[in-house]
């Protein structure tokens, strides 16, 4: 049974990224983490295919289900765990309840992948450079990673510490000589259909960075 995630679906963008991972394996299955994984947005297409997967958040409701509250109301989310378990995949799927900063797997993995959540209110405790540089050690020498960043296009991202403007990315992998930098984008704002959390039509400005860990790094 294929089920859905209340976050939406991933960008064409991340299905390239898979693309990529898979070729490089040469037929071994991908391992991939996913930090800030929520209820499995990027996590069920990548075990899909057969990735084994390591996915970590700190929303216990995101991954083991429960009652969101939002302004549209009471929505209620069937969780990461779930959605696993329906569509048999739970051998491909490591799901860990934690905070990034905190949890470290113990291991690396052929790709990293993020989308937003380095930029989340409740992660400003750290500064984005600790934060890029703790998820970028999860890549194996050689491994990919890949890093979509929210933009201060919205109110409440400007002036947030975690949340900087474009040339902070630049500058950041630029001064990291780990990192061999297959592109760097910054998108135009674009219209994020509604989601659970953000049920209206909404402006997001993302970039979106993918990077080769050098081999003996
Ligand atoms: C923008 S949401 C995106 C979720 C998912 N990437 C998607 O688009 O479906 C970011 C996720 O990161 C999680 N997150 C934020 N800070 C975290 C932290 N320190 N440790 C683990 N997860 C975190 C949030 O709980 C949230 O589920």
């Not at 990034?100 to 984005?128: C, I, K, W």
């Not at 592109?183 to 959390?197: F, G, I």
């Amino acid at each position: 049974m294929k089920t859905s995630s209340l976050w939406g679906t991933p960008p064409s963008r991340f299905y390239r990224f898979l693309k990529r991972l898979g070729e490089e394996a040469e037929g071994n299955p991908p391992t991939l983490a996913v930090v800030g994984c929520a209820d499995g947005k990027f996590v069920l297409p990548a075990a899909r295919r057969g990735f084994k997967v390591w996915a970590i958040d700190i929303d216990e409701i995101a991954l083991f289900g429960g009652m969101k509250q939002d302004t549209s109301g009471e929505v209620h989310m069937p969780g990461l765990r779930s959605r696993v378990k329906d569509e048999d995949l739970e051998e491909l799927v490591e799901i860990v309840h934690g905070d990034f900063m905190e949890s470290a797997p113990g291991r690396t993995f052929d790709g990293v992948f993020t989308s937003g959540a380095l930029q989340y209110s409740n992660n400003m405790e750290h500064s984005l450079t600790q934060m890029v540089d703790a998820v970028g050690d999860l890549v194996r020498p050689g491994g990919l990673f890949y890093l979509d960043y929210m933009l201060p296009y919205e109110e409440k991202y400007k002036g947030r510490p975690n949340c900087p403007e474009a040339p902070w990315w630049a500058e950041y992998l630029k001064q990291r000589p780990q990192w061999d930098v297959q592109y760097n984008r910054v998108m135009e704002p674009t219209l994020d259909r509604a989601h659970v959390e953000y049920p209206v039509d909404h402006y997001h400005q993302w970039g979106h960075a993918l990077a080769v860990r050098a081999p003996s790094a």
